[in-house]
């Protein structure tokens, strides 16, 4: 009996120390394997396609480095991430920007490094993503860097402007001409009845059309440059080339929904929808077989390609202790190579070169002609908010009084004069 408690006291005695050798052996395994450490902050991992194959092609290239998520969830994600940062997290290395009233607020609470010094020693050529660092500089500098990248652009069903005899849409139409197009292009009633065009119940849907020329933005305060705007598309509302707001608005009705049954010949959209309906008409789910897309139709004189966007970006924090090796990581993220890597999932990156374009072309359902392949890059992107300290205050109002004005509560003029003088106020005029 002696024996076999001294046997089980030797075997435990020595599973403790194999075990302290193994914990400790883990603990320091980063430093005996020489890697450096950088955290990613970050949402939704699982369910994003793109953050895995970027991980693994930068570890791969770069053996001495190893990237660890921090994913902070979708939900309040830029206040969780700006949270962490203010208690002085300096393991986040990494930041992912969400939008552009988080960007600002990091930027404006000091927590992301300026980038300018870095861009200009890297010789990383900001063109290419189209104008958007010049709208997020603060003070001349630039904080980020755009990995991801949506933008408008104009679906159409290709079986319906067959079976008109219309030619389909091109990837230069101003605004008159796209409007003659959705008229021509409506017929029928009732079950049978297809429109012409859709504008989703968005403000941006009707709003942002007046900033396409450069001269004017959704935060400036003065907003009669809209009523044109509002008088064209009330006026195809008006006459059923596209359907009513107030009716979409109360039904809920999704966009998707009135593209998938036939019933809408265009459709102005973001780029998301582009394997949305890949995937849809791949399981049979819907009844739209051949579609394409082409360029947004813009405002006489202003090049055609001009469209409006949403970006994602990459930012180091301020605080991070491996600043270096963070900025390499952004600069492939942000680069030609990780925008290659977006692409073949399917997902839009901020940089859209000919090589780009012919990857997310080549996806299996992407319309095979030119036009849709062309369509995938632009000559300049708006944001669709513009860096502004007072941009959800502004938001809320102009969401109010487009309502009001599409469902014919007050007339274009009223609704307008009520938007300048509410974000007056906000503006503290």
Request: neutral net charge; charged residues 20%.
């Amino acid at each position: 009996m002696r024996r076999i408690k001294a046997a089980v006291c030797i075997g435990l005695l020595f599973s403790f120390v194999l075990f302290s050798a193994t914990a400790e052996g883990a603990k320091e395994a980063p430093a005996q394997q020489g890697k450096t450490v950088l955290k990613w902050a970050l949402w939704d991992l699982a369910a994003t396609t793109y953050y895995t194959p970027l991980i693994a092609a930068y570890e791969a290239a770069h053996p001495d480095v190893k990237i660890e998520t921090l994913d902070l969830g979708s939900t309040d994600y830029m206040t969780m991430l700006s949270t962490q940062l203010t208690g002085g997290d300096d393991s986040i290395d990494v930041c992912t920007v969400k939008d552009i009233p988080g960007y600002s607020n990091l930027v404006k609470a000091g927590q992301l490094l300026p980038l300018n010094d870095y861009i200009s020693k890297s010789k990383i050529d900001t063109s290419v993503y189209g104008g958007i660092t010049d709208q997020i500089s603060v003070d001349g500098k630039v904080f980020a860097l755009p990995f991801r990248s949506d933008f408008w652009i104009v679906y159409y069903n290709k079986d319906l402007f067959d079976r008109a005899g219309v030619a389909y849409p091109t990837n230069d139409m101003s605004l008159t001409q796209y409007a003659a197009l959705a008229r021509k292009m409506t017929s029928g009633k009732g079950a049978d009845k297809v429109y012409g065009s859709h504008f989703h119940t968005w403000r941006s849907a009707v709003q942002l059309f007046g900033i396409l020329d450069g001269k004017q933005t959704i935060v400036d305060g003065n907003y009669d440059f809209l009523k044109p705007y509002y008088a064209a598309i009330l006026a195809q509302q008006k006459d059923g080339i596209c359907q009513d707001y107030a009716t979409l608005k109360t039904s809920s009705t999704h966009y998707s929904g009135v593209f998938y049954n036939n019933s809408v010949a265009m459709m102005n959209m973001g780029s998301w929808f582009i394997s949305t309906l890949i995937a849809k008409i791949e399981k049979g789910e819907t009844q739209v077989k051949n579609w394409g897309i082409v360029k947004y139709p813009h405002p006489d004189g202003v090049p055609a390609g001009t469209t409006l966007g949403t970006i994602t970006t990459l930012g180091v924090s301020a605080a991070s202790k491996k600043q270096a090796a963070a900025l390499d990581f952004v600069k492939f993220v942000s680069g030609t190579e990780g925008a290659a890597i977006i692409a073949k999932t399917g997902t839009i990156p901020a940089i859209r070169t000919n090589e780009i374009a012919a990857i997310i072309a080549a996806k299996p359902g992407f319309p095979a002609d030119a036009n849709s392949k062309g369509a995938l890059q632009v000559t300049k992107t708006y944001l669709e908010m513009p860096m502004h300290p007072k941009s959800a205050e502004i938001e809320v109002v102009l969401n109010q009084n487009h309502d009001n004005i599409m469902t014919n509560n007050v007339n274009i003029d009223e609704g307008i004069a009520r938007m300048n003088k509410d974000v007056a106020k906000i503006l503290g005029r």
